[in-house]
Every structure is written in structure tokens, then in C-alpha cells.
């Protein structure tokens, strides 16, 4: 995926994780500040769904919660929950006291 998403030139810089919501949905991030959305079209290819712009900082990565959610890290030291649903809405911000680059699910 990750070639597909620099061929669509969406991404400026290096894509530092893609995470895989279902056989519909891919999210991208990187060193933007941004979360890419992507629809994963019959023929495999990619469309740009939505840009969210919400971090401040370079986002580190993305994982697939449950319930229809998704986390993103970003190096604005914060942890954002976001819903996998259109318009891909912020849930919920945690603040920590130093960058985050990284998270998992318990």
C-alpha cells in the first residue's frame, strides 16, 4: 500500500504507518501532521477519502481499536481516538507530558 499512496503523491514525505480498518478502508500518517483516509477501490487502487489535520505534531501511528475506532500518536504528545465511521470524527484527545511514537492495544 504504501507504493500505491506515494504513486498517488498524497503524502510528501516518508509514510510512517498504514493501518488496514477493513477490506474498505486503509489510514495512512506521516511526518505532515496529517491522517489520510483512503477508500480501497474493486480494483485495488486508492482514493483519498479525508485529511485529518488535528495533530500538530508528526503522527507516528495508527492502530485499529474496537467498537468502530481508531488511535493515532502524534509527537504534539497526545493520543487521539477517532471513529472509522464518515466524517471520521475526533473522539477524544489525551495529553501526555512528552512526544508519544508509539501505541498498541492491551
Known amino acids: 500500500w ?9 503524502h510528501q514525505d516518508e509514510i510512517y504507518d498504514i493501518c488496514e480498518i477493513n477490506d474498505k478502508i486503509l489510514i495512512s500518517c506521516l511526518n505532515d501532521n496529517t491522517i489520510k483516509i483512503w477508500k480501497i477501490k474493486q480494483n485495488h487502487t486508492l482514493l483519498l477519502k479525508s485529511t ?7 503522527v507516528a ?3 485499529l481499536l474496537s ?15 477517532w471513529s472509522c465511521d464518515e466524517p471520521f470524527t475526533e473522539i477524544i484527545s489525551l495529553s501526555s507530558e512528552g512526544r508519544i511514537t508509539n501505541i498498541m492495544k492491551p
Not at 2 to 10: G, S, T, V
Not at 52 to 58: D, K
Open 2 to 10: 504504501k507504493l500505491d499512496i506515494k504513486l498517488e503523491n498524497a
Open 52 to 58: 485529518l489535520s488535528n495533530h500538530t505534531g508528526y
Open 61 to 63: 501511528k495508527v492502530i
Open 67 to 81: 467498537l468502530g475506532r481508531f488511535a493515532s500518536c502524534s509527537s504534539d504528545n497526545s493520543v487521539k481516538i
